[in-house]
Structure formats: structure tokens, C-alpha cells
């Protein structure tokens, strides 16, 4: 990747919602370089979307949990039937494969309360049935102390040092 296009991305990471033209006085570029620069970090899949990060607590989640899980064998089917149990549930942010601690797979999950996240781990065991050895979960209240808050704009400020 061109260095002027890693310098928008990392623009980008700062705030996506700036102007092309407040982005080209920042890179020293003109507004329609960054405007193709953009599409084309669309296009290529480098961006795959540009969205908000809202206080979860303020728009009413109580808790984040973070669950590992160890599945008993990992075949193309269990893949397929993760991949269908991740889009049932929109409050799902995160779920992927993963390694460590015994475990092979990880969701993270925002919840209203805890009898939310109790029911949402009750249909879950129930979906997965014997297909699950192990699930472990963190929860994290997202009503207190958040020592960094979630963003990825940190990535920007690493980059730049």
C-alpha cells in the first residue's frame, strides 16, 4: 500500500465522519485524490465499512461478554453452523476461531442485563447441544471503570510514532 494511502487510513481510523477536503488539506493532497484514494481502499477490502462506536451502556447494554469456547471437533460443518448461529444474533459483534487457553472459537456479545446474557447462554448450549466440550465467559460491566474505552483510532496514534 502507497504511504499517502496508509497516511488516509490512518486519517480515517482518527474520524471517518471528516470531509474529503478536510482529509486533503491534513495528507497535502487534493480532495479528489482522497475521494479515489477512499474508494479504492473500499473496493480493494482494506475499509469494510465505516460505522459509529457508541457508549454501549448509554444506548442501554449492561455488560460485554467475551466467551471462549471449545468445540469438540472443528469439521467444515461446525464452521457452517457457527457462522449460522453468529447471525441470529445482532448482539453479537465479534465471533471467530481462535487459539489459547484450551479453546478453539470466540464470541463477544453486548447484553441489556444479566438475565439477557443468562438466556442468550441458555439458547446457546441448547443450539450447540454436545457439539460444545467447554465455554467459558468474562463479563464486563459496561456501567463501570473503562480504563480505554473501545476505538480504533489508538491504531492511528501507534502508527504515528
Not at 499517502?4 to 482518527?14: D, R, T, V
Not at 464470541?107 to 447441544?129: M, T
Not at 460444545?132 to 463501570?144: A, Q, R
Given at each position: 500500500?502507497?504511504?499517502?494511502?496508509?497516511?488516509?487510513?490512518?486519517?480515517?481510523?482518527?474520524?471517518?465522519?471528516?470531509s474529503?477536503?478536510?482529509?486533503?488539506?491534513?495528507?497535502?493532497?487534493?480532495?479528489?485524490?482522497?475521494?479515489?484514494?477512499?474508494?479504492?481502499?473500499?473496493?480493494?477490502?482494506?475499509?469494510?465499512?465505516?460505522?459509529?462506536?457508541?457508549?454501549f451502556?448509554?444506548?442501554?447494554?449492561?455488560?460485554?461478554?467475551?466467551?471462549?469456547?471449545?468445540?469438540?471437533?472443528?469439521?467444515?460443518?461446525?464452521?457452517?453452523?457457527?457462522?449460522?448461529?453468529?447471525?441470529?444474533?445482532?448482539?453479537?459483534?465479534?465471533?471467530?476461531?481462535?487459539?489459547?487457553?484450551?479453546?478453539?472459537a470466540?464470541?463477544?456479545?453486548?447484553?441489556?442485563?444479566?438475565?439477557?446474557?443468562?438466556?442468550?447462554?441458555?439458547?446457546?448450549?441448547?443450539?450447540?447441544?454436545?457439539?460444545?466440550?467447554?465455554?467459558?465467559?468474562?463479563?464486563?460491566?459496561?456501567?463501570?471503570?473503562?480504563a480505554?474505552?473501545?476505538?480504533?483510532?489508538?491504531?492511528?496514534?501507534?502508527?504515528?510514532?
Open positions: 500500500m502507497k504511504k499517502i494511502m496508509f497516511s488516509l487510513l490512518l486519517e480515517l481510523l482518527k474520524g471517518s465522519k471528516r474529503d477536503r478536510e482529509l486533503a488539506k491534513v495528507l497535502g493532497v487534493s480532495q479528489p485524490t482522497v475521494t479515489r484514494m477512499r474508494n479504492r481502499l473500499v473496493t480493494e477490502g482494506i475499509i469494510k465499512e465505516f460505522t459509529v462506536i457508541p457508549d451502556a448509554k444506548i442501554g447494554y449492561e455488560i460485554m461478554a467475551i466467551s471462549c469456547i471449545k468445540t469438540r471437533k472443528v469439521l467444515p460443518d461446525i464452521l457452517e453452523k457457527g457462522v449460522q448461529w453468529t447471525s441470529k444474533y445482532s448482539n453479537i459483534i465479534f465471533a471467530a476461531r481462535a487459539e489459547g487457553m484450551g479453546k478453539d470466540i464470541a463477544i456479545s453486548l447484553h441489556k442485563n444479566y438475565p439477557d446474557y443468562s438466556n442468550f447462554v441458555a439458547e446457546s448450549l441448547r443450539y450447540w447441544g454436545d457439539d460444545i466440550l467447554d465455554y467459558d465467559t468474562m463479563l464486563v460491566s459496561l456501567k463501570g471503570m473503562i480505554k474505552p473501545l476505538s480504533l483510532r489508538y491504531l492511528a496514534e501507534i502508527e504515528e510514532k
